[in-house]
């Protein structure tokens, strides 16, 4: 499988109302070959991966049409089919924040091992550090360049790495049981008590 392939297979969402710095992300995104969602909000980017309250649906996910993203055409059944593996939002948007994204995100016992990356027109100190203390994977500065994409390609491994784990512990696990000693014993004593009785009915017989 080839470099671009591979990196296809890593799904993005990206999140921010502004409509150029949004169309930026997106065409970074694609020259690297990520497939690509992007949405104007927090609301939206909620909504897409499915945490969002009831009384908030009522907006609609706006889709990349290019080749490496999500088609505007595909229903909603293939919104939930979609594996998220990173997220890149806008610090300030109105309504909801990039950083109460993160929050909610690091909140959700689903979506916690996604890697958060936030972005920003303002060098804020104590809002970067704010936004790493909360889990943030990087915070970057506006324009946002190709070489600050390029960065995203170690937390996106790591973050399938994670999804990844609760199936190698599975497996794990149960090869741990197979061998386990106690499991031996167990089935050692259960036959020794099996050849014992058959000992005991031979004796009784003769």
């Known amino acids: 499988m080839g470099m671009a392939a591979a990196d296809a297979q890593f799904h993005v969402l990206a999140v921010d109302d502004s409509i150029i710095d949004r169309k930026l992300i997106e ?6 070959s990520y497939q690509v969602t992007a949405v104007d909000s927090v609301r ?71 890697p ?15 936004c790493l203390e909360e889990g943030a994977e990087e915070f970057f500065l506006k324009p946002v360049q190709l070489a ?11 973050g399938k790495s994670r999804e990844n784990q609760p199936n190698i512990n599975k497996r794990k696990g149960l090869l741990e049981e197979i061998h386990s000693p106690d499991r031996t014993r167990t089935r050692y004593n259960n036959n020794n008590n099996n050849n014992n009785g058959l000992r005991s009915k031979n004796n009784l017989t003769l």
Do not use: W
């Open 27 to 32: 065409r970074l995104l694609k020259t690297s």
């Open 44 to 114: 939206k980017a909620l909504e897409f991966l499915g945490i969002l309250d009831d009384d908030d649906q009522e907006d609609h996910v706006e889709r990349n049409p290019n080749p490496a993203s999500v088609s505007p055409d595909d229903d909603q059944q293939h919104d939930q089919d979609i594996q998220v593996n990173l997220i890149i939002t806008d610090y300030c948007m109105p309504g909801m924040t990039g950083y109460d994204l993160l929050r909610k995100i690091k909140e959700s016992s689903s979506f916690k091992d996604i």
């Open 116 to 130: 958060v990356v936030i972005m920003s027109s303002e060098n804020v100190p104590s809002r970067i550090n704010r």
């Open 148 to 158: 600050d994409v390029n960065k995203l390609k170690p937390h996106l491994l790591r």
